[in-house]
């Protein structure tokens, strides 16, 4: 084989490493938008705050890396549900825009009070792993561990979406917000849940993205807008649609990163999206 | 009210004559800078269509005058049109299956924050080119004893920038005031309230609605020439990306997107906001850098929460209500 294919193969393989990620983060965002009906703008800053949960108690404290990153799920978790509890409730009447922008004020907040508390510096766990080996490829070990941990993430959700009853809630909540309470059901309660769960999934991104990525206030933007497309590609809510564009951006972003500069990736991937709306305006897999 | 417009013209238009500093003078002129370009974003964001995408008309604006000036030595009086015409079709290109597929809400939201995103890394990726994250700066075309080149549309003396952007924004709140009263706005306001029903009574969706979006996305990229040919530097962080987008959003919500002034009395607050932070704190501001967007971020979150018609549109709502209780209750 030619190094190029091998080059091609590699990116190839980091892409779809990539797209379980990506899979990850979509999820959380799109279970809060199927069941609330809100989108968190701010969602990529909850990620930041994980990260930088994980790195102090691990850097700082000296945890263990593994009790870390649970306290940083924890951490997470506990945020979004204060977030839905302070934030969102009180705008949850109000017109779906200000529901938008109250996250959007929320993503400012978190990106300043992170400044604040750790500068504008770029941090690093600097855990070294070696990467593994096939063949004539060497794949990062963080990415292969981030790629198993994230689709445990996504089953370990779906599971608990469909065996248990609190995830039963969740689902019938989203099928009909205005006929649950009517059957007895305290929606807020739900939404909470819905909301810590969404940030644990959040929290567990951040856990998986820390060891491949340094850490700065402003890494939430890097990766936040690309959560967005892939959320609306999939139909908003739908978590089957984000799962298949998780992959297909992923692709996009590490080939076309590979052929030309990283950014390029972004922006092919853009240009697909733009194509996607002209030929399946309600997403790939979205029902009329 | 006519006689008061034309005092309170009069009265903004008297300011360079009062003897202020060169640098309040320039905190007026990005005063009325930012208000054109947030009067520009609420033409199209009141009337339903919440674009989180306007950094990105911004951005081009701004980079395609002075790339142009830079790099092919053309004027900015061919590259500011250059750079509308760019705006209308990126305008059309994200416009048209948006409006034609119906996606409104967070969907068109999203789809806009990316494309303002998208914008920022483009800039960024043209490195070699536009100089990427460190900026660009036009070429000087003023040398000694010439501080005005018109060809260039480079001025040192500030005043003259204060009425060039003066007049933009009064031409700004005109072109609002002329929506206000035309058709299409009353075409765009039931088809925010229902779609269907508005296009079951004639009225063509699709055009209503990017007819607004191109005369927002080419004042917006206008306002994108203005910075760049006023500050005579420009970075992708700060003319495009998500930033830019959420502070013409939010500062056009916080003084009222739904009154003509409202955008105008967002932009004063969020300045006044920033310089009165950065006296008040004094050096610790230099200490946390970052201080004044914790508490910009803290004050949007608010006034959505308990005054989602901004400042402006809360105080005549409330003098409405004032005037309107003796009439209502006469016994």
């Not at chain 1, 999939?234 to 649609?241: D, E, K, P, S």
């Not at chain 1, 990283?262 to 997403?283: C, L, S, T």
């Not at chain 2, 990229?221 to 959420?246: D, F, K, M």
């Not at chain 2, 997107?257 to 955008?263: H, S």
């Amino acid at each position: 084989m030619e190094i190029f294919d091998i080059f091609l193969l590699e990116a190839v393989v980091n892409g779809i490493l990539l797209g379980g990620l990506l899979a990850l983060l979509s999820l959380g965002l799109n279970l809060i938008f199927g069941v609330i009906d809100v989108v968190w703008i701010c969602y990529a800053e909850l990620i930041m705050i994980g990260m930088y949960a994980v790195f102090v108690l691990h850097t700082q404290y000296g945890w263990p890396l593994l009790p870390a990153m649970a306290a940083g799920v924890g951490v997470v978790a506990a945020l979004g549900a204060a977030l839905h509890q302070f934030v969102i409730r009180p705008v949850l009447t109000a017109e779906p825009i200000n529901q938008l922008l109250v996250t959007g004020g929320m993503l400012f907040l978190l990106q300043a009070a992170a400044t604040l508390a750790f500068g504008i510096d770029f941090r690093n766990l600097g855990v070294r792993m070696t990467p593994i080996v096939v063949g004539e490829m060497s794949i990062s070990a963080p990415r292969v561990i981030a790629f198993a941990a994230a689709l445990a993430g996504v089953a370990a959700t779906w599971l608990l979406l469909t065996r248990t009853y609190v995830g039963i809630a969740i689902r019938a909540i989203s099928q009909d917000r205005a006929i649950m309470p009517l059957m007895g059901v305290n929606p807020n309660r739900v939404f909470v849940v819905t909301s810590a769960l969404g940030g644990a999934l959040a929290g567990l991104g951040a856990c998986l993205l820390v060891l491949q990525y340094d850490i700065h206030p402003a890494i939430g933007l890097t990766f936040g807008p690309i959560v967005f497309l892939i959320c609306v590609l999939g139909g908003l809510g739908n978590m089957l649609g984000g799962l298949v564009a998780s992959f297909i951006f992923a692709q996009f972003i590490s080939v076309g990163g590979f052929f030309l500069h990283i950014e390029w990736g972004y922006v092919i991937a853009f240009a697909f999206f733009i194509a996607v709306m002209f030929w399946r305006p309600q997403g790939i897999l979205g029902a009329k | 009210m006519k006689p008061l417009a034309w005092a309170g013209v009069a009265l903004v238009a008297a300011v360079p004559f009062t003897g202020i500093g060169n640098y309040p003078l320039h905190l007026v002129i990005m005063c009325l800078l930012w208000a054109y370009v947030y009067t520009s974003w609420s033409i199209m964001g009141r009337l339903g269509m919440v674009s989180l995408g306007h950094g990105a008309f911004l951005g081009i604006g701004a980079y395609a005058v002075v790339m142009l000036w830079n790099h092919f030595g053309l004027s900015p009086w061919i590259g500011a049109p250059v750079a509308v015409l760019m705006s209308l079709a990126l305008a059309v290109l994200i416009g048209l299956p948006c409006f034609r597929f119906r996606i409104v809400g967070h969907y068109f939201a999203l789809v806009t924050l990316a494309l303002s995103e998208v914008t920022r890394l483009v800039i960024v990726a043209l490195r070699d080119y536009t100089g990427g994250s460190l900026g660009a700066t036009p070429n000087t075309a003023l040398a000694q004893g010439n501080p005005w080149s018109l060809a260039a549309v480079q001025f040192s003396d500030k005043w003259v920038w204060f009425y060039v952007i003066l007049g933009f924004w009064l031409g700004g709140l005109w072109i609002w005031a002329r929506l206000d009263r035309s058709m299409t706005r009353l075409a765009l306001e039931a088809i925010s309230q229902e779609e269907d029903a508005a296009a079951s009574v004639g009225i063509n969706v699709t055009r209503s609605k990017l007819f607004v979006t191109l005369i927002s996305a080419a004042m917006t990229s206008v306002g994108g020439v203005l910075y760049a040919q006023y500050q005579l530097y420009i970075n992708p962080e700060t003319v495009s990306g998500i930033g830019i987008s959420l502070q013409m959003v939010f500062g056009a919500i916080a003084g009222g997107m739904f009154v003509m002034l409202g955008p105008t009395v967002g932009a004063v607050i969020t300045l006044l906001l920033q310089e009165g932070l950065r006296l008040a704190l004094g050096d610790a501001f230099k200490q946390f850098p970052a201080l004044d967007l914790a508490i910009y971020g803290l004050m949007l979150v608010l006034f959505i929460i308990y005054m989602p018609k901004g400042i402006l549109g809360a105080a005549l709502e409330w003098r409405a209500r004032r005037h309107a209780t003796p009439a209502v209750a006469p016994r």
